[in-house]
């Protein structure tokens, strides 16, 4: 099983709906989750960061977090064509090393077009 | 504020080649991490530090070097390139551990032949 489980898409929603995009992970230690939006050719951007169980609101973006359930997802309201995109989620998990016992563990990603 | 910054952006390499590749922060992060990222294989993560003075190995570390040279300075290298190692590097860096959120920098897209 993989450690973090996204579905790979590609997810298309038509602009002015909501995008829902889901996640789940495997380490029941996790204790924080990010979601990066990742355009064609350019690197990861951080975009969203949940630590509690429950909804946090950024704008259009919603994060939901539910630790029982080992699931994190990502709500868009009122999609645009500009929010086209692959969207990352990551998880902390811990490992055993030398140095540094955390570290993130990405999602290989959910591609998201957005239809005018 | 120049956040992280990788060189060079593109190259390419024949198979046997060697390179390294540079990477600078300067939002005085503890950690810094090196991913390579191909068609849906999402982020593996090769080596990352914890802090200055260690390295560790991540999940793909074969046919790779690092080398922390100082807090803002993390650089990755391929003593001896194969077509398997093209691919999108990416480098990122944390205030600390996988508590806090990555930053990434541009990328550098290697082509081996």
């Known amino acids: 099983q993989k450690e973090v489980e996204q579905n790979s898409g590609p997810l298309s929603v038509p602009e002015g709906a909501i995008a829902s995009l889901n996640c789940t992970y495997s380490d029941r230690g996790s204790q924080s989750f990010f979601w990066y939006r990742q355009y064609s050719g350019k690197s990861p951007e951080l975009i969203m960061s949940i630590y509690s169980n429950g909804d946090k609101e950024d704008g259009r973006f919603t994060a939901q977090l539910n630790k029982a359930s080992q699931y994190v997802s990502l709500l868009i309201r009122d999609s645009q064509p500009s929010d086209s995109a692959t969207y990352l989620c990551a998880v902390n998990v811990y490992v055993l090393s030398n140095f540094g016992n955390e570290k993130l563990t990405f999602g290989t990603g959910t591609r998201l077009t957005i239809i005018p | ?113």
């Not at chain 2, 590749?21 to 593996?44: E, K, T």
């Not at chain 2, 100082?70 to 650089?75: A, D, G, I, L, W």
């Not at chain 2, 990555?102 to 032949?113: A, D, I």
């Open chain 2, 1 to 113: 504020n120049a956040g992280v910054t990788q060189t060079p952006k593109f190259q390419v390499l024949k198979t046997g080649q060697s390179m390294t590749l540079q990477c600078a922060q300067d939002m005085n992060h503890n950690s810094m991490y090196w991913y390579r990222q191909d068609p849906g294989m999402g982020l593996r993560l090769i080596y990352y530090s914890a802090s200055e003075g260690t390295t560790d190995k991540g999940e793909v570390p074969n046919g790779y070097n690092v080398s922390r040279l100082n807090k803002r300075e993390f650089s990755l290298r391929l003593e001896s390139a194969a077509p398997s190692q093209t691919s999108v590097y990416f480098c990122a860096s944390s205030a600390g551990g996988g508590n806090y959120g990555y930053t990434f920098g541009s990328g550098t897209r290697l082509t081996v032949v």
